[in-house]
C-alpha cells in the first residue's frame, strides 16, 4: 500500500498540469456545492426569522369557544418542566376593542402582555420607536401606522371600549414598529391587569405563547405539550398555520439537492475519464512495474490513491473558494438599506459533508481506471511499446 502510494504521487507530480485541471475541476464543484447550499440556507433561515422569528412558534388556548385559560402560570410551569427546547413562553390575554379618537373610531385588538415574557419573543422593547413601554397599569402602546392613522401621539389619553362595553381611559407611553403594516396599524399593547380588567377576564388569559429553539421540531415538540395538557386545551404550530411557507422552503431545499447532485456527477465523469486517459498513458510504467512484479493489486491501488488525493486537494480548494464566493455575495449584494440580501450563514457540518462527498466522489470515480490497469499484461504493454 506505501508503495502504491508513492507511486500515485509520483504519477501525480509528473502530469502537473492534468492534475492541475483534475483538482480544479473538483474544486469548482464542491465551490458550486457550498456556494449553492450556503445561499439557500441562508435564504431559509432569513425567512424563517423575518416570518416567524419574532413571532409565536407555538400557541395553546382553550378547546372550547369563548373560553378563557384558568391557572395559567401552573400550567406553563407543567409545559416547561424537563423541556429545555422552550426558549420562551407567556401569557396573552387579547380582545377587540374600539379606540375613540374625536370623531373617529378605530377597531384595534388589544393584547395583554406581561412585557417581561412577551419581549422574548416579540421584541418589543427594542422596537419602540417613541417613547417607553408601559409599566404601570392603564398605559399602552400603538403601533407607527395607527399612530400615523389617527393622529394619537406619545402622552394622548384613549377612550378605548371592550366588546363587553367596559370602557377605560388608557395612555399612550410609546409607539411601536414591528415591521408589519397590519400589526402597526391593528395592536394596542398593554399590561396583563390592565387588559383582564378591560374585558372582564378577572385572572384568566387567553392564550399562551412559546418560542422554541428549533422552529421546524415545533410540529412534533407541540405534539408531547398536546399529550401533556389533555384535551381541555387546543396546541397550534407555526408548521400547520403556514403551509404555503414551508411547501416554498421544500422546493428550495430540492432544488439545492438536485443541483448538488448533478454538479457531482459531472465532476464524477471527468475524473473518471481523465484518470482513464492517465491508464493508457502510463501503461508502459505500468507494464514495467507488473514484469518488476507489483500484484495486480498494488497498480489498481495506484490509481485509487490517485483518485483521494486528488478528491482530498480539491475538496480543500473548493472549500476556500466556495467560502469565498458566499463571503462576497454576503459583503456586496446588498439591499437598500445596507444589510446583506441573503445573511452569511455557515454550516460546518454542511461544509464538511461537502468536502467529504467530493473525496468519497472521486475516489470512485478512480474505481474504472484502477480496474482496467490491474487487467493490463505486461507483456503485451512492453512488446507494444
Same mark, same amino acid.
Not at 465551490?31 to 413571532?55: A, E, M, P, W, Y
Not at 412585557?115 to 422596537?127: C, F, P, Q, T, V
Not at 501503461?283 to 507488473?290: A, T
Not at 440580501?341 to 467529504?356: E, H, M, T
Given at each position: 500500500?506505501?508503495? +502504491?502510494?508513492?507511486?500515485?504521487?509520483?504519477? %501525480?507530480?509528473?502530469?502537473?498540469?492534468?492534475?492541475?485541471?483534475? &483538482?480544479?475541476g *473538483?474544486?469548482?464543484g464542491v +465551490?458550486?456545492?457550498?456556494?449553492?447550499?450556503?445561499?439557500?440556507? /441562508?435564504?431559509?433561515?432569513?425567512?424563517?426569522?423575518?416570518?416567524?422569528?419574532?413571532?409565536p412558534?407555538?400557541t395553546?388556548?382553550a378547546?372550547?369557544?369563548?373560553t378563557?385559560?384558568?391557572?395559567?402560570?401552573e400550567?406553563?410551569a407543567?409545559?416547561?418542566?424537563?423541556?429545555?427546547?422552550? $426558549?420562551?413562553?407567556?401569557? @396573552?390575554a387579547?380582545?377587540?376593542?374600539l379606540?375613540?379618537?374625536?370623531?373617529?373610531t378605530?377597531?384595534?385588538?388589544v393584547?395583554?402582555l406581561?412585557?417581561?415574557?412577551?419581549?422574548?419573543?416579540?421584541?418589543?422593547?427594542?422596537?419602540?420607536? !417613541?417613547?417607553? &413601554?408601559?409599566t @404601570?397599569?392603564n !398605559?399602552?402602546?400603538?403601533?407607527k401606522?395607527l399612530?400615523?392613522?389617527s393622529?394619537?401621539?406619545?402622552?394622548?389619553?384613549?377612550?378605548?371600549?371592550?366588546?363587553?362595553?367596559?370602557?377605560?381611559t388608557?395612555?399612550?407611553? /410609546?409607539?411601536?414598529? %414591528?415591521?408589519?403594516?397590519s400589526?402597526?396599524?391593528?395592536?394596542?399593547?398593554?399590561t396583563?391587569? $390592565?387588559?383582564?380588567?378591560l374585558?372582564?377576564?378577572?385572572?384568566?388569559?387567553?392564550?399562551?405563547?412559546?418560542?422554541?429553539k428549533d422552529?421546524?421540531?415545533?410540529?412534533?415538540?407541540?405534539?408531547?405539550?398536546?399529550?401533556?395538557?389533555?384535551?381541555?386545551?387546543?396546541?397550534?404550530?407555526w408548521?400547520?398555520?403556514?403551509?404555503?411557507?414551508?411547501?416554498?422552503?421544500?422546493?428550495q431545499?430540492v432544488?439545492?439537492?438536485?443541483?448538488?447532485?448533478?454538479?457531482m456527477?459531472?465532476?464524477?465523469?471527468?475524473?473518471?475519464?481523465i484518470? @482513464?486517459?492517465t491508464?493508457?498513458?502510463?501503461?508502459?510504467? *505500468?507494464?514495467?512495474?507488473? @514484469?518488476?512484479?507489483?500484484?495486480?493489486?498494488?497498480?489498481?491501488?495506484?490509481? %485509487?490513491?490517485e483518485?483521494?488525493l486528488?478528491?482530498?486537494?480539491g &475538496?480543500?480548494?473548493g472549500?476556500?473558494?466556495?467560502?469565498? %464566493?458566499?463571503?462576497?455575495?454576503?459583503?456586496?449584494?446588498?439591499?437598500p438599506d445596507?444589510?446583506p440580501?441573503?445573511?452569511?450563514?455557515?454550516?460546518?457540518?454542511?461544509?464538511?459533508?461537502?468536502?467529504?462527498v &467530493?473525496?468519497?466522489?472521486?475516489?470512485?470515480?478512480?474505481l474504472?481506471p484502477?480496474?482496467? +490497469?490491474?487487467?493490463?499484461?505486461?507483456?503485451?504493454?512492453?512488446?507494444?511499446?
Open positions: 500500500m506505501k508503495l +502504491s502510494f508513492k507511486i500515485a504521487l509520483r504519477f %501525480l507530480k509528473s502530469s502537473k498540469g492534468q492534475t492541475l485541471l483534475i &483538482a480544479l *473538483i474544486a469548482i +465551490s458550486v456545492q457550498i456556494f449553492i447550499g450556503t445561499l439557500i440556507q /441562508g435564504l431559509q433561515k432569513s425567512l424563517v426569522d423575518r416570518t416567524i422569528g419574532n413571532q412558534q407555538i395553546l388556548a378547546a372550547e369557544k369563548d378563557r385559560i384558568e391557572k395559567s402560570d400550567l406553563m407543567s409545559i416547561t418542566k424537563d423541556r429545555p427546547e422552550i $426558549t420562551a413562553i407567556a401569557a @396573552a387579547d380582545g377587540p376593542a379606540i375613540h379618537e374625536g370623531e373617529d378605530y377597531s384595534v385588538l393584547r395583554g406581561d412585557l417581561a415574557s412577551s419581549d422574548k419573543i416579540y421584541g418589543i422593547l427594542d422596537k419602540i420607536v !417613541e417613547g417607553s &413601554a408601559p @404601570a397599569d !398605559e399602552v402602546l400603538i403601533g401606522d399612530s400615523v392613522e393622529g394619537i401621539s406619545v402622552g394622548d389619553e384613549l377612550e378605548v371600549q371592550a366588546n363587553v362595553m367596559e370602557t377605560k388608557l395612555t399612550v407611553t /410609546g409607539i411601536f414598529d %414591528l415591521g408589519v403594516a400589526i402597526n396599524k391593528s395592536w394596542a399593547i398593554t396583563l391587569p $390592565t387588559a383582564q380588567g374585558f372582564d377576564y378577572g385572572d384568566q388569559v387567553t392564550g399562551i405563547e412559546l418560542q422554541v422552529v421546524f421540531a415545533a410540529d412534533t415538540l407541540a405534539s408531547t405539550i398536546q399529550q401533556t395538557v389533555g384535551t381541555e386545551f387546543t396546541v397550534d404550530n408548521k400547520d398555520q403556514n403551509a404555503q411557507l414551508l411547501s416554498g422552503l421544500s422546493g431545499s432544488s439545492s439537492i438536485m443541483i448538488q447532485v448533478f454538479v456527477i459531472s465532476v464524477l465523469l471527468g475524473i473518471a475519464s484518470l @482513464a486517459i491508464v493508457v498513458q502510463k501503461s508502459k510504467q *505500468i507494464g514495467i512495474l507488473k @514484469a518488476m512484479g507489483i500484484r495486480d493489486k498494488t497498480s489498481s491501488l495506484i490509481f %485509487l490513491f483518485g483521494l486528488l478528491g482530498i486537494v &475538496a480543500v480548494l472549500i476556500l473558494l466556495g467560502l469565498g %464566493l458566499a463571503w462576497s455575495f454576503a459583503t456586496f449584494a446588498l439591499n445596507g444589510t440580501v441573503v445573511p452569511l450563514y455557515l454550516d460546518r457540518n454542511f461544509i464538511l459533508l461537502s468536502a467529504g &467530493a473525496v468519497v466522489a472521486a475516489t470512485i470515480a478512480a474504472i484502477a480496474r482496467n +490497469s490491474s487487467r493490463l499484461n505486461p507483456i503485451e504493454v512492453i512488446r507494444n511499446a
